[in-house]
């Protein structure tokens, strides 16, 4: 079965800098959208960036300029580079493979930014 599955998570200090990645397994990984969804305690599952399998990018307001999405085929990996991090950030992030109607969730990777 597919499998993504997260890993960069963890605390840092506000104005520090994380790298998330989502490694896939048992997916044409270059046929499918991904992007990088959080979810922060209390709130709604939210889109923070995704590209295509295009590589085209799309971003939240909230992150524009911050994090950056990028993608290497060749290791069936997505990134997230998280700059500038904000305590507002703090959030369990979620890989998500999309191809018209299947989509796929990792299991998730707790982001905490705090002093």
């Known amino acids: 079965q597919v499998q993504l599955v997260e890993s960069g998570g963890g605390l840092v200090q506000p104005g520090g800098s994380l790298r998330l990645s989502c490694a896939a397994s048992?997916?044409?990984?270059?046929?499918?959208?991904m992007g990088w969804y959080r979810q922060a305690p209390g709130n709604q599952r939210e889109l923070v960036a995704n590209i295509t399998n295009g590589g085209s990018t799309n971003y939240a307001d909230s992150v524009k300029g911050r994090f950056t999405i990028s993608r290497d085929n060749a290791k069936n990996t997505v990134y997230l580079q998280m700059n500038s991090l904000k305590p507002e950030d703090t959030a369990v992030y979620y890989c998500?493979?999309?191809?018209?109607?299947?989509?796929?969730w990792g299991k998730g990777t707790l982001v905490t930014v705090s002093s």
């Open positions: 998500n493979a999309r191809w018209g109607t299947l989509g796929y």
């Open positions: 048992r997916i044409i990984f270059t046929i499918y959208a």
